[in-house]
């Protein structure tokens, strides 16, 4: 089935009449872009994210835009013509909706949800680990393998932080320790020290679906709940869940964002056992020297920095 992408181009005063003329229509399902939107969001997220992609950035400035899809047949066609026909109208009666431009693109029906998985590979990370997709099959070749169906959550072993924890992993796990993994998103860390030979391991994550995908990623591996324990919450905010955590980590990994990190670093100490390691990662590269003041500050000292494309981590106790 081909489908028809159309675009309405319009002002920020635009956005309401344009969604409310589709309507009419019987034209629903619509994607809205919009630059205030986009700002708002940045502005109110801030702890989830450093840096802004420049094409992102230069994409959504001035956009507002109104996406919707119809079918390519003749009721689709007749359906765009009966938008053409109410769009001239509405740039008559509201000419602070201008632009109004109308644009089609057509797009072949696809599998998007699955289509990913053709560019995610088994990799070999680090001196003994290998991350195998879960439909694919592959050779660990003696190599620890760590079978994963990422869904939609963070967490593959592509991204460079994801490795640079990894590696570490495989090189401090030790038999009969116990693992904190702050910001779990697939499990890939938690599940990876599992199979590294730790004891236990206590994983959570702010978005529930992590929850459901690390205990899937946990039994793909033949890793058990009795090991494993995976939690949605947040530790700053969340004594409950502290509690439930509790103390007498041997390593807690914390794979998130900077300010993030810099928040945790004076509340992970008291989940941890007398020499036990914080490694953290998510950092991006203008960002390294102020969270390695805040570890500092908070009493860790810094042993072990790992640098890839652009992003930091940072081994402590």
């Given at each position: 089935m081909?489908?028809?992408?159309?675009?309405?181009?319009?002002?920020?005063?635009g956005l309401e009449p344009v969604e409310t003329m589709l309507s009419s229509l019987g034209i629903d399902g619509l994607v809205i872009e919009d630059e205030n939107d986009f700002r708002q969001f940045l502005e109110q997220n801030?702890?989830?994210?450093?840096?802004?992609?420049?094409?992102?950035?230069?994409?959504?400035?001035?956009?507002?835009?109104?996406?919707?899809?119809?079918?390519?047949?003749?009721?689709?066609?007749?359906?765009?013509?009966?938008?053409?026909?109410a769009l001239a109208q509405l740039k008559k009666e509201r000419p602070a909706c201008a632009p109004l431009l109308l644009s089609v693109d057509g797009i072949e029906d696809a599998d998007w949800?699955?289509?990913w998985k053709a560019f995610y590979k088994p990799m070999e990370i680090g001196e003994r680990l290998i991350v195998i997709p879960d439909w694919e099959e592959?050779?660990?070749?003696?190599?620890?393998?760590?079978?994963?169906?990422?869904?939609?959550?963070?967490g593959t072993g592509s991204h460079a932080t994801t490795r640079l924890c990894?590696?570490?992993?495989?090189?401090?796990?030790?038999p009969g320790m116990r693992v904190l993994d702050l910001g779990c998103g697939s499990g890939i860390l938690s599940i990876a020290a599992l199979l590294l030979g730790a004891a236990s391991a206590f994983a959570c994550d702010i978005d529930e679906k992590a929850v459901d995908i690390a205990y899937e990623n946990a039994a793909l591996n033949g890793v058990g709940r009795d090991r494993y324990t995976v939690r949605a919450g947040d530790?700053?905010?969340?004594?409950?869940l502290r509690r439930e955590m509790g103390g007498g980590a041997d390593i807690v990994a914390a794979n998130i964002v900077s300010d993030v990190i810099i928040a945790l670093a004076p509340a992970v100490r008291p989940l941890m056992n007398p020499g036990a390691v914080f490694l953290c990662s998510g950092i991006i590269d203008g960002r390294a020297e102020e969270v390695r003041g805040a570890l500092e500050a908070s009493g860790f000292t810094v042993e072990e920095?790992?640098?890839?494309?652009?992003w930091f981590s940072f081994l402590c106790r």
């Open positions: 081909k489908w028809l992408a159309l675009h309405i181009d319009t002002s920020p005063a801030k702890q989830y994210w450093d840096y802004v992609d420049e094409e992102l950035d230069r994409s959504m400035s001035g956009k507002c835009r109104v996406t919707f899809y119809l079918e390519e047949n003749e009721q689709g066609f007749a359906l765009m013509a009966a938008v053409r026909i949800e699955n289509n592959a050779d660990p070749g003696g190599r620890v393998a760590l079978r994963l169906n990422p869904g939609l959550a963070f990894l590696t570490a992993l495989e090189r401090h796990v030790r530790v700053l905010s969340d004594p409950a920095t790992g640098r890839s494309e652009g």
